[in-house]
């Protein structure tokens, strides 16, 4: 089940109010001297200062082991009798040093639980806490971004030792904690600008991705009129619960369900995205991993292309520019096409256009939002050029809608425009 952080605090609240308030009632029986509630609340904070305190410094330890590559400091604190939880450390530690980390911190945020049977199983000092990583990776993010995980720690002879790694994963954010490195053993391929993550058993595959998605970059910037340095990382694993939430929807081979980029925020990816947009990842479906190929990345690189922009663009831009590149790059190589696409949309999606697609239109029917996006793209940038309609993107992903009118037209006219362009 899900804990909200805000219900979880409230309830940490009403029990503090609660044990303050049996201690103004025993006061006014005779049971405790006056004052004894405020030496009670202070002492209580004085206590949970010195956890918060103890912890962090465990944590910074082991941020510093991952730099360092020291595998014992990184797993000092562990269980030594839990084998499971040891072999799950010592496989994240690997993974961490595999992916090459510029900077790398842990901070406790909110108190986890109570975590059904954690407190029964390792006593009363038994603490569960939601814990940011804060890390930026070489040649990928311009800035720190963070993910939230979730441990739990025991107290024993003066030290905190972690006990559990798992069982608060339901009180996390939904996809937020869901992290390549938390899984399977995995090798990371880098290429230029271009960092892919696979299964360690699918190197192959990796170096392979890495080719196309060098490719899919050089389109990209070939069509995008602004500066994008290329920088991306692609994830490319088997496991469905890599990033499983983002598959929730749609079925299929169709490209639009192939692949997608996840944008990441400069605050907490809890609830809502908070803070700028730093960057993206480009997550692959891990059902099409071995059948990626240029213009599917090159769509989804153009959202991260634009990512750091700002989030106001409409999704009709958003999208109808991400296929604009991807149709562009197909028609680069003279022996391909994108013709039968054009026919349907011009004799299927066109003549019942009556407004700029929305995301309800994105919901009910994607083929049609995502076909006339791009030709509305297509008749701006035959319009505009396509240096002016990057400047146009860049003005909506601020402004949104408003911003239109600097390419000299309302929605009412680009709608129009656009069902009597021929391309």
Not at 402 to 417: F, N
């Amino acid at each position: 089940m899900k804990h909200p952080k805000r219900l979880l605090a409230g309830v940490a609240a009403l029990a503090l109010a609660a044990s303050a308030s049996v201690v103004a009632v025993r006061v006014r029986h005779g049971d405790a001297p006056p004052g004894s509630t405020a030496a009670a609340v202070e002492a209580h904070a004085d206590q949970e200062a010195a956890r918060t305190r103890g912890i962090d410094a465990v944590l910074a330890r082991r941020a510093v082991a991952v730099l360092k590559g020291d595998l014992n400091g990184f797993l000092a604190p562990v269980d030594a009798k839990q084998t499971a939880l040891v072999a799950r450390q010592r496989l994240l530690f690997v993974n961490l040093r595999t992916f090459g980390f510029a900077s790398l911190k842990y901070v406790t945020a909110d108190a986890l639980g109570p975590v059904p049977g954690l407190v029964e199983k390792y006593g009363p000092t038994t603490y569960s806490t939601r814990v940011m990583m804060r890390y930026q990776l070489k040649g990928l993010d311009p800035r720190p971004v963070q993910t939230d995980l979730g441990y739990t720690f025991v107290q024993r002879r003066g030290a905190w030792v972690l006990v559990d790694d798992t069982s608060t994963d339901d009180y996390l954010s939904r996809d937020g904690h869901r992290q390549p490195w938390d899984f399977e053993p995995v090798a990371v391929v880098r290429r230029g600008t271009v960092v892919v993550v696979v299964d360690k058993r699918e190197a192959a595959l990796g170096t392979k991705v890495a080719q196309v998605a060098q490719r899919a970059v050089k389109s990209v910037q070939k069509h995008w009129k602004r500066p994008w340095n290329g920088a991306v990382l692609v994830v490319a694993m088997p496991d469905v619960q890599v990033l499983s939430t983002l598959w929730t929807t749609g079925t299929g081979e169709g490209w639009t369900i192939a692949a997608k980029a996840v944008t990441l925020y400069d605050g907490e990816q809890v609830g809502k995205p908070v803070g700028r947009p730093i960057g993206s990842r480009i997550v692959v479906n891990p059902a099409l991993r071995k059948k990626l190929d240029k213009d599917l990345l090159v769509h989804e690189m153009t959202h991260v292309a634009t990512a750091t922009l700002g989030q106001a663009a409409p999704i009709w831009m958003v999208e109808g520019l991400a296929e604009y590149v991807r149709c562009r790059s197909i028609e680069d190589d003279p022996h391909w096409s994108v013709d039968p696409y054009r026919k349907r949309v011009r004799t299927s999606y066109l003549p019942g256009l009556k407004s700029l697609p929305t995301n309800a239109t994105f919901q009910s029917d994607p083929n049609l939002a995502y076909g006339t996006s791009w030709w509305i793209v297509e008749y701006l940038a035959d319009h505009l050029g396509e240096r002016k309609l990057a400047a146009l993107y860049t003005a909506m992903s601020q402004k949104g809608d408003p911003a239109l009118k600097t390419a000299g037209l309302t929605p009412a006219q680009l709608v129009k425009a656009t069902k009597s362009f021929k391309g």
